[in-house]
């Protein structure tokens, strides 16, 4: 039976992230550590040019700190070679961003597909995890619709799909429902609410929002580059997820 230390998903040690502009050093990270294990849901918070973006990059396997260490599922990943980076990316991690990066001319089901042909997954297997990933996340009606063609909250959601239709074990989300309506934001919270609750997948997400961070089960708070606040939240936001 594993012990504690199994259940920690990702370890990040004293992560320092230094940008260079000109004779200019600007410190984005200064000594961050976080432990996040197997499905959490967790929101991290923080004013803008706090760190969080960096941060999520950073664990992200996007960008590398410029000191300090990160294990992800007891892996360095200063260890990873290039194609072990893009296996973690392409499939133990989903991304969810702001401006849903959804190809505009294709349809919602050709947008899900997209990351399992980089994977090298048959055309039949692939169109039915696509349409699987996209009934899950309540679009089942929408599959051939172009991203013009569907509401932001739509548009939302078909990048969730994308992000799991590789069952990856994490999803980071930067911001997701930073372009929406109160109401869409309430919904898309309540498919990471229910993809954590009965996928266990581990979610992290960015938000300055404070009722978006309340509705995961820990907030972590930023500023100036370090961990200034780390609390459970007692009462998590709970809401159903339109169908």
Same mark, same amino acid.
């Given at each position: 039976m594993g012990g504690p230390s199994d259940q920690i998903l990702i370890d990040a040690r004293d992560l320092v992230k230094i940008y260079r502009m *000109?004779?200019? !050093?600007? $410190? =984005?990270? $200064?000594?961050?550590? &976080? /432990?996040? /294990?197997?499905?959490?849901?967790?929101?991290? %918070?923080?004013?803008?040019?706090? +760190?969080?973006?960096?941060?999520?990059?950073?664990? +992200? $396997? &996007?960008?590398?700190?410029?000191? *300090?260490? #990160? #294990?992800?599922? *007891?892996?360095?990943? =200063?260890? %990873?070679?290039?194609? !072990?980076? =893009? #296996?973690?990316? +392409?499939?133990?991690? *989903?991304?969810?961003? !702001?401006?849903?990066? &959804?190809?505009?001319? =294709?349809?919602?089901?050709?947008?899900?597909? &997209?990351?399992?042909? #980089?994977s090298g997954v048959p055309p039949r297997r692939r169109r039915a995890l696509a349409l699987a990933a996209l009934e899950a996340v309540g679009l089942a009606d929408r599959i051939h619709h172009r991203p013009n063609e569907l509401s932001g909250g739509q548009q939302q959601r078909v990048a969730i799909a994308r992000a799991i239709v590789n069952q990856p074990a994490i999803i980071l989300a930067d911001e997701p429902t930073g372009n929406l309506d109160s109401r869409s934001g309430e919904e898309i919270m309540a498919i990471f609410q229910r993809l954590n609750a009965e996928r266990g997948i581990t979610i992290i997400l960015v938000t300055h929002e404070h009722d978006i961070a309340r509705h995961a089960r820990r907030i972590v708070r930023l500023a100036d580059g370090r961990v200034v606040d780390d609390h459970p939240v007692s009462s998590p936001f709970h809401v159903v997820a339109a169908s």
């Open positions: *000109g004779v200019i !050093q600007v $410190c =984005a990270l $200064c000594g961050v550590s &976080l /432990q996040v /294990q197997r499905g959490e849901m967790l929101a991290i %918070m923080g004013a803008s040019g706090s +760190g969080k973006s960096t941060l999520l990059n950073i664990l +992200g $396997c &996007l960008d590398t700190p410029t000191r *300090g260490e #990160y #294990y992800l599922d *007891g892996i360095p990943v =200063a260890t %990873m070679d290039d194609d !072990q980076l =893009a #296996y973690v990316r +392409g499939r133990k991690i *989903g991304f969810v961003f !702001q401006n849903f990066n &959804l190809l505009p001319r =294709a349809t919602a089901l050709e947008n899900v597909e &997209l990351p399992l042909i #980089y």
